[in-house]
């Protein structure tokens, strides 16, 4: 079954500490991932694909097969990452294809 | 480009009732998706759209029906409203192999 898994529904940590949200999927074909962000009161965004390799906000992920794994990191959080955090699978049950979400991680950064 | 635009904001509707949610693509995006958001979870996918025809269903019931019209905006409908369908809809449209994301419609049933 394609599945998403968040395991921490909250992550607190304080301004300059290093964050790691985890997120691990289960998908028999070749995965393609992404972490999705959303500030209070804003839209859902997209904030890194794995396949772009990027550093965005001075975020990272890395695309684990073995572990079935894409967390994100960060080696300096600061208060403005305070956000809820989506890991994505896509799948292509449509041909433009779908994005199959975990739960979320709300993640607070105190100051 | 996070153009998407999505009517109304929120609504209220009792149960059995039927409910339309509309949403506007950005320029040129020729695919739409639409996603439930339940209080606490992730979104979950119920269709998607690619020029004016369905091309891609979750796992929601046949109630679940939509509508993307040649500018590609789109519509959602469900028929005969649940409580369990209260909920933040979501549309999503394609472009640059990327979804981006609508503000939703919070969508509440009594």
């Known amino acids: 079954a394609q599945r998403v898994t968040q395991p921490e529904k909250l992550l607190s940590v304080f301004k300059g500490a290093p964050v790691e949200l985890k997120c691990n999927y289960s998908?028999?074909?070749?995965?393609?991932l992404f972490w999705y962000v959303q500030y209070s009161r804003q839209r859902l965004q997209l904030l890194l694909r794995?396949?772009s390799r990027e550093s965005i906000k001075g975020f990272t992920a890395d695309l684990n097969k073995g572990e079935t794994s894409f967390h994100l990191k960060k080696p300096f959080a600061q208060e403005e990452d305070s956000a809820m955090y989506y890991c994505a699978l896509r799948t292509y049950g449509g041909s433009q294809g779908n994005l199959i979400f975990g739960k979320g991680t709300k993640l607070s950064v105190k100051p | 480009e996070t153009g998407v635009t999505q009517s109304p904001t929120h609504l209220i509707k009792t149960r059995g009732q039927q409910v339309t949610l509309r949403c506007s693509s950005q320029s040129g995006h020729n695919t739409v998706s639409w996603y439930q958001q339940a209080l606490g979870q992730g979104p979950q996918f119920i269709f998607q759209y690619y020029r004016e025809e369905e091309n891609g269903r979750g796992n929601f019931p046949p109630r679940f029906s939509g509508l993307q019209f040649p500018n590609y905006s789109s519509e959602l409908n469900v028929n005969a409203l649940e409580l369990d369908d209260s909920a933040l809809y979501l549309c999503?449209?394609?472009?640059?192999?990327?979804?981006?994301f609508g503000p939703g419609t919070r969508l509440t049933v009594l």
């Open positions: 794995h396949i």
């Open positions: 999503a449209s394609m472009g640059s192999d990327t979804q981006y």
């Open positions: 998908y028999s074909g070749s995965p393609e």
